[in-house]
Each structure stands twice: as structure tokens, then as C-alpha cells.
């Protein structure tokens, strides 16, 4: 109390003018490495670098990532600093190519110091290990997600289709206002879309990866439904506090994801597994085959190479891990590309038709049905897919981390060290002009028979690219072709005046969105 007494105002004020210098070295120490040595940059703040907007709710990440793209493109790569931490942003083809796919074994690992908290649920799903863990689970599960099995799945997504389709059909007469905001505007409903498609893909997770059948728009707050949203959306804040002190958190046992979502899914998918070992039951679903993984029979039907694996110890908690990790990456990624797909469909009416009368011949086909092989057939909409994920991916960026010493040879060179993280632009890369002219257009023309062959591969990346590439992207492009062909087989799309034209995008956590919702009218089509 003395010293307290002591100090006069001059003191306090020179020791708060030390502290604040102290805080504004330790906010900008990370800068010095890479400016110093002339690496092109983009201008960081104190504490917050480039990204600042993001967490403020000003800017939306898939928007800021085409800037600093921009920003750097013309060097080849150079660093943007998500708050204390450097980026390299890696744009050009040929590096992204080097980096990726070349010279992999120097950048075979994720950053992913935010979701390790000590549970072995977030560390054992499979985009969370490292190296040669890594690389043995990748190994054994790559069989679950080939063609042949996502065939063999075909059944569960196409009754969740019909079941939504259902639904929505079923609203023409009885308007559930209770749970969902529907208008009727004559013979057309108005409603928002997205809502309904994170339904969708809520029923085709539980059903395919946890064995679980759920109808999410009859039953809008079901447990599956309901504890699904809470894991999905991360408060700006939270995010922010993990990106600037991750271990510190650690340290506190504080999780980025709360232990009770984490209990919730492992309860769900051991007692699963403990039902059907009890009364053999056999389902064409995740978790048979993450049961066939366990056992080491987990094999592609078409290939004489048995895939058991003796490095890799396979155990009813990856089981839950790999399931979660389905979950997380089609939970909220499907429905957004679906939002955003149908949006473009009835905003390009001309499209719209061309792809009914692409579904329609493929209904005539089929007498009635469609089948797995009849879905993939379908040139146009596959064309309409690919160019709606390059307008909008369902990631803006994916990063890669430096695990050996390495020289990339952007102008100027630029020396990494192990631990250094490297960012792909993907959002940049796929509305760059010099890769696709007038880039801001919908031209499913792109994706001709024509004009494919005509992309780098290395600037057209939805899913990622090389041996890290997204290991369920045929089974996302199943339930979203699937369902845009059951919707648009029953009904036309239609712009209303709560449509937003333009989209003005909005960042919410991790997730992409846009402002004002995913308004669209709903049309019944003759029968």
C-alpha cells in the first residue's frame, strides 16, 4: 500500500507506457521475419495482422481471401498474418502445384493447433493427424469413399431426398408456420432455402454416417438436429481467442468445441456399434464400414489389394472420430453449396430449364427413377455443379504446414522452416480472370466436354488438392446432385422480392452465409 502511495502520476504513467510497448513488441514480434527479409507482404496491425475485419463481422473470410490474393498475386506468394501468425499465400499454378502434389512430403501436415485440447476424439479424426499417422489412417478408410460405396449408400440419400421433397410438397396444403417461415404468394411458396437444406443434410449424415433415422423437418428440434447447430457455430470471439492464444487456452482446459457435443456423438456411435456386433445387423451405411476398417476387411471390391493395414490400429474411438469428422465436413459445406446452386438456377431461368430437361429425359430413362449410375451421367448438371463451386467453394483457402526446410521459389525466394503455414487461395484463384475469363459470370460452359480439358487443375480446387484433398467429395457431390434433381423434378425455382440480388456475403463463425437468407419462390411443375 506504501508503494502505492508513492508512486506519483509521472510513475504510473512511464509503467504504463513500458507495458504498452511491451504488448505492442510481443503484437507485432511475429512480423519482423519475413518483412525484414523482403518478402512480399500485406500490412499488418498489432495484434489483430490482416484479418481484423473478419472477427469484427465487417468482411466475410471468402471475401478477404480474393483481396489479399490480389494483394500478392503478381510476386507468386508472400504473407498475410492471421492476428500474431504469418501466412504464406501461395498463387501461382505452378508453386500451388509444387507445394500440393510435387513436393508433398515437405508439407504432408495441417495446422491445427486450435482443435487440439487432448481428447482423442479431435485427434484422431483423420484431417487432425500428422505424418505417418496420417497417411496410415488415410489409407485405410480412402476404401469407404470409393464409387462402389458410395453406390451402395445411394438408397439412404435418395429416401432423405424424397423425404424432403415430401415435405415441401406437402406445405402447399399445410403450412407448418409454427416451426418455418413460409409465405404463399398465389401458387408459389416463398421460403428460405438454406434452412431446409441444412435439414436435409442433417437427415443424410445421421442416416449414412451414424445409422440414425431422422426426419429434421417434421421433427425441427430433435436432439441430432439441435446438438448439430451447437457444434457448427463457433462465436467470433471464441474463434478469435484460439487463433491468438491456442495453448494458453489449452492449458486452461478450455475446448474450441465443448466436451458435451463430444459426449453426445461417442454415445451415439458406440452404442451403435455395440447394437449391431450384439445382434449382427448389417446396414449399407459409415459405420459398417468404419466396423469392416476395425476388423481390417475394409476393402475396394474392385481391387485384387487387400487394404488391412498392420501399422494402423483401428478402435471403436476412431470409429467415432471419422464419424464426427463426416459430420463437421458436410454439415453446413452441402447445404451452402445447395443454397447457393439453386439461387443460380433461378436467377439463370434459361439454365434452369436446360438441367429439368436433362432430369426429365433422365426420369423418362429410368421409368420413374433415378439410379446411381443415371445421376452420374448427367453432363449438364455435373457442368452446373463444378461452376457454382468455383463461384463459391465451400472453403475460401487450404492451408498446408511446413515440416522440413524448403526453398519456394516465388520471386523473391522465400526459406521456410519447419512449422512455417502456407495458405492456398482458392476463393482468389478460382475469380481470377487470367484463369477464367469474366469470372464473375455464371457459365456452366466452363465444365463443357469442350472446354474442361482447357483448366489447370491447380486453380480449379473445390475440394482441395493432392493426397490431402477432401477424402468424402464424391459422396458431398451425391447428396447435392441428388437433391437439386428431386427439387428441381418437382418444382421450378423462382426469384421473389425477398431474393437477394446482388448477394452481399456474412461471416457466422466458421460458415459462409448471406445476408438477409437464401430466399427463393417454389413452383409446383405440371405432372
Known sequence: MAILEWMSFWDWLFLLMGLGLLLYYWGTSTHRRFIKSGVPHLKPLPFIGDVGTVFLKNSAFHELMPKFYNGLKEHGCGVFFMF?????????????????????????????????????????????????????????????????????????????????????????????????IIQKDGDMLILELKDFYTRYTNDVIATTAFGLGVDSLRQPKNEFFTMGQQASNFGALR??????????????????????????????????????????????????????????????????????????????????????MFFFAGFDTSSTLMSFLTYLLAVHPDMQARLQKEIDDTLKEGNGKFTYEALNSMKYLDMVVSETLRLYPPISAVDRLCIRNYTLKSDPPIELVPGDNLFLPICGIHRDPKYFPDPERFDPERFSDE?????????????????????????????????????????????????PIPIIMEQSGFNMTVKGGFWLGLEKRPT
Open 84 to 180: 500474431r501468425h504469418p501466412i504464406i499465400l501461395v498463387c501461382d499454378p505452378e508453386l500451388i502445384k509444387a507445394v500440393a502434389v510435387k513436393d508433398f512430403e515437405f508439407f504432408t501436415d495441417r495446422n491445427t493447433t486450435i482443435f487440439e485440447n487432448g481428447d482423442p476424439l479431435w485427434t484422431n479424426i483423420l484431417v487432425n493427424r500428422k505424418g505417418p499417422a496420417w497417411r496410415d489412417m488415410r489409407s485405410t478408410l480412402s476404401p469407404a469413399f470409393t464409387s462402389s460405396k458410395m453406390k451402395m449408400m445411394f438408397k439412404l440419400v435418395s429416401d432423405c431426398c424424397q423425404q424432403f421433397v415430401n415435405f415441401l410438397d406437402g406445405c402447399y396444403e399445410n403450412t407448418p408456420a409454427k416451426d418455418y
Open 239 to 324: 474463434i478469435f481467442l484460439f487463433f491468438l492464444m491456442p495453448r494458453v487456452l489449452q492449458r486452461l482446459g478450455v475446448s474450441l468445441i465443448p466436451g458435451k457435443i463430444a459426449d453426445f456423438f461417442r454415445v451415439i456411435v458406440k452404442d451403435t456399434i455395440l447394437t449391431r456386433e450384439r445382434e449382427g445387423i448389417v446396414r449399407p451405411d459409415m459405420i459398417h464400414l468404419l466396423m469392416q476398417a476395425k476388423k481390417g476387411t475394409l476393402q475396394e471390391e474392385d481391387s485384387t489389394e487387400h487394404q488391412k493395414s498392420d501399422k494402423t490400429k483401428f478402435d471403436d474411438e476412431d470409429i467415432v472420430a471419422q464419424a464426427v
Open 451 to 499: 472446354n474442361k480439358h482447357k483448366i489447370n487443375p491447380s486453380t480449379y480446387m473445390p475440394f482441395g488438392v493432392g493426397p490431402r484433398m477432401c477424402i468424402g467429395n464424391r459422396f458431398a457431390l451425391l447428396k447435392t446432385k441428388l437433391a437439386v434433381v428431386h427439387l428441381l423434378s418437382r418444382f421450378n425455382l423462382k426469384v421473389t422480392p425477398k431474393t
